[in-house]
């Protein structure tokens, strides 16, 4: 009797070897992730914890059959038990943080962590902070972030609430003057937040607009959380996609609602009793606490990569289609160039994005620490770096979540599957914290600046350009050509080559840019090429750092230079208009195409990083409970975690549909009678 192939069993069977045949050291790969072994060993005694606790596994359960309005309570209910774990095992606000990032984004809480406390504790007034600073640790309020609103969201400039200073009672009157001035989009602000950081137009006593100001304002009541006086607020209702169900983005109109003088933001900009404005060292220092949220935007996008390419590239190992290979068997997707070559790229940019997230958190707390001294000399360079890298991170993300979908066939369709539920809840990214074409223009604005900083001057020391910035310094030295002759497939392979690539391609089109039309090189054609030469710089930084193994320094440089051969393919079009390419060999025989060689490389890094796929996702270190994937699941028995799935349908719960009698019954018999009545006639 032939044996019988049986599918499901077969997926256990793929993965294990494949795990087999990685030389990567997970272990050691996944401390290098994480920064060290204690940061790992402290995300995983939170997740071991969180995903022990009965009540949050019940509240995860049913994410996929719940209400908007059930959404919304599972979040509270997942919000207040979080507090009971952090206060029962002592979590520190970095574990909290973890906790609340493994529990799901859907939470106003997490607002209140990311866009409420760094803002009013690092712009706060002495006197302000004695009195907030305690409630706000330790959730004795709750806060949001009131800044966009109905008729305005990136542009802050033209955001039309007030703040009106009234001598006479020592206190600001906020105000929404119009319909379009209503705060809306405001996560935390619907139904949770008691406080809120109110972005509003200063206007002194003399009429005079100081432009955009911070403001804290009491919205609810401490005692029966009622609406204050003098307000309107409300959820402005659910996303797309139902997306983020559990976090109440809400609305808020003010009606000359009156706050104490005290209440405003006064740690930089003031305003005196008498009326007189203070002004701040810097006229953006009020935007420091706002690049927080940018700057967390990098390792966030790296972090949700990770998740969607380990579920997509543990499926597309066990599932097999197509052409059988040697042993009977269909073939493992993941085998398809067609597939790993969409996959692996993903997968070099969910490590690149997580390691050079850490980096720029540094960055901020460094301009953070100045900023509190009243230095705000990083400010600018800050703002042009987060503002490019959340273009950058944003929309590369959501295209890679969709190509991780789309990579798993029809199953990756399925809420069960887990990747659809990350892509809708990160696609807002690209609008939120500035609009990604807007953001555009501030990072062009701000690097024609030092362009023309460095063309001023006949000497610099290239130490004095910033990081973001480091590329001018070849408009600047004329030692370097811009030409570059590929004449190998060796040098493909480069990262230093590919590096200058990059760099070269910035200054030449930031050079180009200051001296002709944006119609010809657009803002978001500089910007991200701005952004591409310095995560490039980073990655050079990266790969002279690696402090691994040589078997495994191999594998991770392999991984980093794979971005870069991805970012250098991408601008192709930029490298041969601005003729940085050059030979017309490419070390391919008989082609006498000059990007040849890129694509072969392309292939070659990724036939060598294919064994190591599995292993370097396993390196992220994600359980089962948080990837929340039938497909994804770490023994590969995807198809019996997917029929296990469809067994908790609710639809399923009773053979009959309820629906049957008053619905499916009646069709059936007219259509039974219909079928009778034009039999009869034809006899």
Same mark, same amino acid.
């Given at each position: 009797?032939?044996?019988?192939?049986?599918?499901?069993?077969?997926?256990?069977?793929?993965?294990?070897?494949?795990?087999?045949?990685?030389?990567?050291?997970?272990? !050691?790969?996944?401390?290098?992730?994480?920064?060290?072994?204690?940061?790992?060993?402290?995300?995983?005694?939170?997740?071991?914890?969180?995903?022990?606790?009965?009540?949050?596994?019940?509240?995860?359960?049913?994410?996929?059959?719940?209400?908007?309005?059930?959404?919304?309570?599972?979040?509270?209910?997942?919000?207040?038990?979080?507090?009971?774990?952090?206060?029962?095992?002592?979590?520190?606000?970095?574990? %909290?943080?973890?906790?609340?990032?493994?529990?799901?984004?859907?939470?106003?809480?997490? *607002?209140?962590?990311?866009?409420?406390?760094?803002?009013?504790?690092?712009?706060?007034?002495?006197?302000?902070?004695?009195?907030?600073?305690?409630?706000?640790?330790?959730?004795?309020?709750?806060?949001?972030?009131?800044?966009?609103?109905?008729?305005?969201?990136?542009?802050?400039?033209?955001?039309?609430?007030?703040?009106?200073?009234?001598?006479?009672?020592?206190?600001?009157?906020?105000?929404?003057?119009?319909?379009?001035?209503?705060?809306?989009?405001?996560?935390?602000?619907?139904?949770?937040?008691?406080?809120?950081?109110?972005?509003?137009?200063?206007?002194?006593?003399?009429?005079?607009?100081?432009?955009?100001?911070?403001?804290?304002?009491?919205?609810?009541?401490?005692?029966?959380?009622?609406?204050?006086?003098?307000?309107?607020?409300?959820?402005?209702?659910?996303?797309?996609?139902?997306?983020?169900?559990?976090?109440?983005?809400?609305?808020?109109?003010?009606?000359?609602?009156?706050?104490?003088?005290?209440?405003?933001?006064?740690?930089? &900009?003031?305003?005196?009793?008498?009326?007189?404005?203070?002004?701040?060292?810097? %006229?953006?220092?009020?935007?420091?606490?706002?690049?927080?949220?940018?700057?967390?935007?990098?390792?966030?996008?790296?972090?949700?990569?990770?998740? &969607?390419?380990?579920? !997509?590239?543990?499926?597309?190992?066990?599932?097999?289609?197509?052409?059988?290979?040697?042993?009977?068997?269909?073939?493992?997707?993941?085998?398809?160039?067609?597939?790993?070559?969409?996959?692996?790229?993903?997968?070099?940019? !969910?490590?690149?994005?997580?390691?050079?997230?850490?980096?720029?958190?540094?960055?901020?707390?460094?301009?953070?620490?100045?900023?509190?001294?009243?230095?705000?000399?990083?400010?600018?360079?800050?703002?042009?770096?987060?503002?490019?890298?959340?273009?950058?991170?944003?929309?590369?993300?959501?295209?890679?979540?969709?190509?991780?979908?789309?990579?798993?066939?029809?199953?990756?369709?399925?809420?069960?599957?887990?990747?659809?539920?990350?892509?809708?809840?990160? *696609?807002?990214?690209?609008?939120?914290?500035?609009?990604?074409?807007?953001?555009?223009?501030?990072?062009?604005?701000?690097?024609?600046?030092?362009?023309?900083?460095?063309?001023?001057?006949?000497?610099?020391?290239? =130490?004095?350009? =910033?990081?973001?910035?480091?590329?001018?310094?070849?408009?600047?030295?004329?030692?370097?050509?811009? =030409?570059?002759?590929?004449?190998?497939?060796?040098?493909?392979?480069?990262?230093?080559?590919?590096?200058?690539?990059?760099?070269?391609?910035?200054?030449?089109?930031?050079?180009?840019? &200051?001296?002709?039309?944006?119609?010809?090189?657009?803002?978001?054609?500089?910007?991200?090429?701005?952004?591409?030469?310095?995560?490039?710089?980073?990655?050079?930084?990266?790969?002279?750092?690696?402090?691994?193994?040589?078997?495994?320094?191999?594998?991770?440089?392999?991984?980093?230079?794979?971005?870069?051969?991805?970012?250098?393919?991408?601008?192709?079009?930029?490298?041969?208009?601005?003729?940085?390419?050059?030979?017309?060999?490419?070390? /391919?025989?008989? /082609?006498?195409?000059?990007?040849?060689?890129?694509?072969?490389?392309?292939?070659? /890094?990724?036939?060598?990083?294919?064994?190591?796929?599995?292993?370097?996702?396993?390196?992220?270190?994600?359980?089962?409970?948080?990837?929340? =994937?039938?497909?994804?699941?770490?023994?590969?028995?995807?198809?019996?975690?997917?029929?296990?799935?469809?067994?908790?349908?609710?639809?399923?719960?009773?053979?009959?549909?309820?629906?049957?009698?008053?619905?499916?019954?009646?069709?059936?018999?007219?259509?039974?009678?219909?079928? &009778?009545?034009?039999?009869?006639?034809?006899?």
């Amino acid at each position: 009797m032939a044996k019988i192939y049986n599918p499901a069993t077969q997926t256990a069977l793929d993965i294990e070897q494949a795990r087999r045949r990685a030389k990567l050291n997970v272990i !050691a790969t996944r401390e290098y992730f994480y920064g060290s072994q204690e940061e790992w060993e402290k995300r995983h005694r939170v997740v071991e914890i969180v995903s022990n606790d009965s009540v949050l596994t019940g509240n995860r359960s049913r994410r996929h059959f719940t209400s908007r309005k059930e959404d919304f309570e599972s979040a509270l209910s997942t919000q207040c038990r979080l507090n009971e774990l952090g206060e029962q095992h002592g979590w520190s606000d970095k574990e %909290a943080s973890i906790a609340a990032s493994v529990c799901g984004e859907g939470m106003a809480m997490n *607002l209140h962590a990311v866009a409420f406390e760094p803002v009013v504790l690092s712009q706060g007034s002495p006197e302000l902070l004695n009195e907030f600073g305690h409630l706000i640790r330790n959730r004795g309020i709750l806060g949001c972030y009131l800044q966009t609103e109905l008729g305005h969201g990136t542009n802050v400039q033209r955001i039309e609430t007030t703040a009106t200073y009234l001598p006479v009672s020592d206190e600001f009157e906020i105000h929404s003057p119009t319909l379009t001035s209503t705060k809306w989009w405001i996560g935390g602000l619907g139904k949770t937040a008691t406080h809120g950081v109110v972005q509003a137009r200063l206007i002194l006593p003399d009429a005079k607009d100081m432009g955009p100001h911070l403001f804290l304002v009491q919205l609810r009541s401490l005692e029966d959380h009622t609406t204050m006086p003098d307000l309107k607020l409300g959820d402005i209702g659910p996303k797309t996609m139902g997306a983020i169900g559990g976090l109440d983005n809400g609305f808020a109109r003010f009606d000359h609602y009156r706050i104490p003088r005290s209440r405003m933001l006064s740690k930089f &900009a003031q305003v005196t009793k008498e009326g007189k404005y203070v002004r701040p060292p810097h %006229a953006k220092i009020s935007y420091g606490g706002m690049l927080y949220i940018r700057s967390t935007m990098v390792s966030s996008a790296g972090h949700v990569l990770a998740k &969607a390419v380990t579920i !997509a590239l543990r499926y597309c190992t066990v599932r097999r289609q197509g052409n059988r290979n040697a042993g009977g068997l269909e073939e493992q997707v993941i085998n398809y160039p067609t597939v790993h070559q969409r996959l692996l790229p993903v997968l070099s940019r !969910a490590y690149v994005f997580t390691l050079l997230g850490r980096t720029i958190l540094k960055s901020f707390n460094a301009m953070s620490s100045r900023l509190d001294q009243g230095d705000a000399s990083l400010l600018s360079d800050m703002h042009a770096m987060t503002s490019g890298l959340k273009v950058l991170v944003s929309t590369m993300s959501v295209q890679d979540i969709e190509t991780c979908r789309r990579s798993m066939g029809g199953h990756g369709y399925s809420a069960f599957a887990g990747v659809g539920k990350l892509y809708a809840e990160h *696609l807002p990214s690209a609008t939120y914290e500035g609009d990604n074409f807007v953001l555009d223009q501030q990072v062009v604005r701000a690097t024609l600046k030092s362009y023309k900083e460095v063309l001023s001057r006949k000497s610099f020391d290239n =130490s004095e350009l =910033s990081p973001f910035s480091s590329y001018l310094r070849l408009l600047q030295s004329g030692t370097e050509s811009s =030409s570059i002759e590929f004449r190998s497939i060796e040098l493909w392979h480069d990262w230093k080559t590919l590096i200058l690539v990059l760099e070269w391609r910035a200054a030449l089109l930031v050079e180009a840019r &200051a001296n002709s039309s944006s119609e010809i090189y657009s803002d978001q054609r500089v910007s991200k090429a701005v952004s591409d030469a310095f995560v490039a710089s980073q990655i050079g930084e990266m790969i002279s750092n690696l402090s691994l193994q040589r078997s495994d320094q191999l594998i991770i440089s392999n991984l980093l230079t794979l971005y870069l051969l991805c970012t250098v393919e991408s601008a192709l079009v930029d490298l041969l208009s601005l003729g940085i390419l050059n030979g017309k060999s490419s070390g /391919v025989s008989k /082609v006498t195409d000059a990007t040849a060689g890129i694509r072969l490389a392309f292939s070659n /890094v990724c036939r060598e990083l294919l064994p190591e796929a599995i292993a370097l996702s396993d390196a992220f270190g994600f359980s089962d409970w948080e990837l929340d =994937s039938a497909l994804g699941v770490y023994d590969g028995r995807a198809y019996d975690a997917l029929w296990a799935k469809a067994q908790t349908e609710p639809l399923n719960a009773t053979e009959v549909a309820d629906g049957y009698k008053q619905f499916i019954k009646p069709i059936l018999e007219r259509g039974q009678k219909l079928s &009778a009545k034009e039999t009869k006639a034809k006899l």
